[in-house]
């Protein structure tokens, strides 16, 4: 079964900022593309950032210049920096493969609040 954990969620206040790290099993992880998508109360899933097998980078308008995705191959991790944080991106953090999206994880929740 494939399995994403994502870890390293917390509280902090505005402008701070919090590493996110996903560890993925049952799939070949260094010949995919990974994600970052997040969810907020009430809202759709909302895709964030994605890295290519080859380290390839791109970003969604609202993270853009903050937000700052890495990869592991060697530990099947993919992680998130995440930086200059807003309330706005309260939300459950999630990853998952590029093209077909897979089982989705338990997500790490991030709040950002003063």
């Known amino acids: 079964q494939v399995q994403f954990a994502e870890s390293g969620g917390g509280l902090v206040q505005p402008g701070g900022s919090l590493r996110l790290s996903c560890a993925a099993s049952?799939?070949?992880?260094?010949?995919?593309?990974m994600n970052w998508y997040r969810q907020a109360p009430g809202k759709q899933r909302e895709w964030l950032a994605i890295?290519?097998?080859?380290?390839?980078?791109n970003y969604a308008d609202s993270v853009k210049g903050r937000f700052t995705i890495a990869r592991d191959n060697a530990k099947n991790a993919v992680y998130l920096q995440m930086n200059s944080l807003k309330p706005e991106d309260t939300a459950v953090y999630y990853c998952?493969?590029?093209?077909?999206?897979?089982?989705w994880g338990q997500g790490t929740q991030v709040t950002v609040s003063s």
């Open positions: 998952n493969k590029g093209g077909v999206l897979l089982r």
């Open positions: 049952g799939i070949n992880f260094d010949g995919y593309a």
């Open positions: 890295i290519t097998s080859g380290g390839i980078t």
